[in-house]
């Protein structure tokens, strides 16, 4: 299994820069896409504040949420996090040479919680912190 961050996931379902690098690594994936309800809720704060920035509009960023669901729905397999993964988020989040912000903390948590063998994201200093911890991460490129 492999944990998608929702940086990848906003780039598949919102064209930027990156879709064409986030479109290509899923439709090249091994294994089974996983994503969490934390990715959810992130996903759906990120498509509400672009709403509120004007960057979409509110019936377009109403029909990427329902488009996000329905994928998820029939692609994605969702991981519900449980009491240990805010627990070894909280562990790892004490490792202050790890510079992790919270709700990435949880994220690899929750992956590696449920024994994901990589975690994939456009976010180089969560990968960085990800290595310091051992965790099997594969950062896309971004150029």
Known sequence: MIYADTNVLLSMFCP???SAVAAKW???SSGPVCISAW????FRANIGLRVR??????PIGLAVMKQ???AAMANLHLLAPAQEH??????WLAKTECALRAGDALHLAIAFGHRCEQFVSFDQPLGAAAKKLGLPFLTLKTR
């Open 16 to 18: 930027d820069s990156l």
């Open 26 to 28: 899923y439709a090249n």
């Open 39 to 42: 990715t959810v809720i992130e």
């Open 53 to 58: 920035k004007g960057l979409l509009s509110r």
């Open 68 to 70: 996000f669901d329905a």
């Open 86 to 91: 805010f627990l070894q988020a909280g562990e």
